[in-house]
């Protein structure tokens, strides 16, 4: 879940306390529910959440948390709405409006230059929650703190054109730094509210409602991902495979789907050929670790990676990297593919500025492209 609905919400030790604070957090703050105590006509979760990169647990109001998991709105609306008597919304739960007209007071949390391309979106996709990340920072010193080798970008003709291409990356073959006007333009969400480019900000856990297989084998269809995985015993299918580790994980099978598409491409990569001297039979799905002045290097420094993880077999390399990135990325407040490029959670695991995932600074943009392809050929646009 994510506090909602205030700007700062003081986590209690006690449910129905207001006099032991925890921790304050911020909007936006993702927290992990694991119980619930009902008191009068108050319903209070016990939530573990990071703060500074420590984890801690304590009790929030159900009013102050947005989510969409399907199974937990379907047991409030059973347990929960004699308590509520008719109250339209608690948490995430949507009762069927009778106002006829879009509820966009989500909308009302974030600065003016927000809104407008936010009440587009929600008029068109009434379902979905915007919920305002808080970060206190200033833009333009977060601009230069991600110049670099933190932001590369290729050369073409269009990026060119825009003054976005800097001098070639010495340490990375085929890419170049960004200039400051790239990275401040690919760094403001302004920029990305649109029906593709607004998954880049979707939290990335596991929603049972539309996460399932036919979903992601839709989706993979017209990848080389279609049928089954390479020298898998059990014969899998990737969007099983996807689907199970994303289920067990709570982690976003979508995600990984979209992840793997984004960094194998048309999947003739030697990093997942399972083939290469030296290395036969390992594989690294996610290019985890792999990073070199030539493509050889990057090939090598890969598979060394997933040797010494135990990746042999594609399975054990889906799995492994599925880890990497839940354990490292969503589970430690980088749940969004914007917040794995930049990181500018303050409440996060790792300092802001640091832990990114990617340097490709226009990755998050066309990953975001493909889950909203995936969604759309579901039938789950409109999902919560």
Known sequence: ALLYHTDSYQIQSLAGSYDDTIAVLESGHTLYIRGVEILADQVWYLADFY????QKSGYIEGYYLAYSDEDWIDWEQKYLAAIYEGSTTYGMTAYPNTTGRTDTSDIDAFPAIYRDSLRALKNQHPSWTFVPMNTGLDFNTAVSNEMGAKSLIQKTSNNT???????????ESGWYYATQPAVAYHMNPVNFLTESSIFQFEQLTFNAAYHNVSAIQTFLNNTFMKGKLPD?????????????IGKNRRLS????ASRVYQEQGNGTS?????TYSGYEGYYNYFNIGASGKTNEEVIINGLQYAMDHGWKGSYASVLGGADFISANYIKKGQDTLYLQKFNVNPNGSHPVHTHQYMQNISAPTTEALSIKRLYAGAGALDST
């Open 161 to 171: 054109a825009k003054g976005w291409v800097g001098s070639a990356c010495p340490t």
């Open 232 to 244: 898998d015993a059990s014969k899998r299918t990737y969007a099983q495979v996807f689907y199970e």
């Open 270 to 274: 030697a990093l997942i050929s399972g």
């Open 253 to 256: 099978p979508i995600h990984l």
């Open 51 to 54: 703060v500074d990169g420590e």
